[in-house]
């Protein structure tokens, strides 16, 4: 079975100060992992995908995520936040469906 | 420029009334999903389609009613039977990943639809 847990449900930083956002998955399967973004009431946009290349994978606006599967997380990182950062962020794992986790609020205080 | 487009953005009703909100995609994806969006639960999924004229229930079906005509258009209705209906609706589509475990594929996803029951 998959599914998807992420640790934190609200994060807050300072500008300039690294991002780490926590998840951890299980798969039954060799998984696709995915990080959204949604700014409020957006739809979400993709930052990232991991499908079994690479195991640290980059995205966009400065986002990454190392897949440690000995661990079984996929932890998003960003060295320095900036204020438009300030957003929901979802992990999703796949199977034969998507499974989203419940959700990682970021504040960055100026 | 290929995406989702859902409509209307914001949408009010009153009890016992039915809604339809819109979904149409151009990405030219087979697969289509419609997900809810409350504070704090994430995203749950209502109803998915692979392919035209066939669509499956997800976890929280009951009260709500889709169609697949078109492999462009995935329509959503909510019912009166939706006990609580007040949510973030998403529509979002991918490629074929029928054959295909775990699907390999992102979602791509609309800007949503906001209904308020009045």
């Known amino acids: 079975a998959q599914s998807v847990t992420q640790l934190d449900s609200h994060v807050s930083v300072s500008e300039g100060t690294p991002v780490l956002l926590r998840c951890n998955y299980s798969s039954s399967y060799s998984p696709s992992l995915f990080w959204y973004v949604q700014h409020p009431n957006k739809g979400l946009q993709l930052l990232l995908k991991?499908?079994?290349?690479?195991?640290l994978v980059k995205g966009i606006n400065g986002f990454e995520a190392e897949f440690k599967k000995s661990e079984t997380s996929f932890h998003l990182t960003k060295p320095s936040a900036h204020m438009s950062d300030a957003a929901e962020y979802f992990c999703v794992v796949t199977g034969n469906q998507f499974y989203f986790g419940t959700g990682t609020s970021l504040t960055v205080i100026p | 420029d290929g995406g989702i487009t859902q409509s209307p953005k914001y949408l009010f009703r009153k009890e016992g009334q039915n809604v339809t909100l819109s979904c149409e995609q151009n990405l030219n994806h087979d697969a289509m999903y419609w997900y809810r969006q409350d504070p704090g639960q994430g995203l749950r999924l209502i109803y998915y389609s692979q392919i035209v004229n066939d669509f499956q229930k997800g976890d929280i079906a009951e009260g709500y009613s889709v169609s697949r005509e078109k492999k462009e258009s995935f329509p959503l209705t909510v019912t009166s039977a939706q006990k609580n209906p007040t949510a973030f609706y998403l529509c979002a589509s991918s490629k074929d990943q029928r054959r295909r475990v775990p699907n390999t594929g992102e979602l791509f996803f609309g800007e949503g639809s906001r209904l308020t029951v009045l």
């Open positions: 991991y499908t079994s290349a690479a195991t």
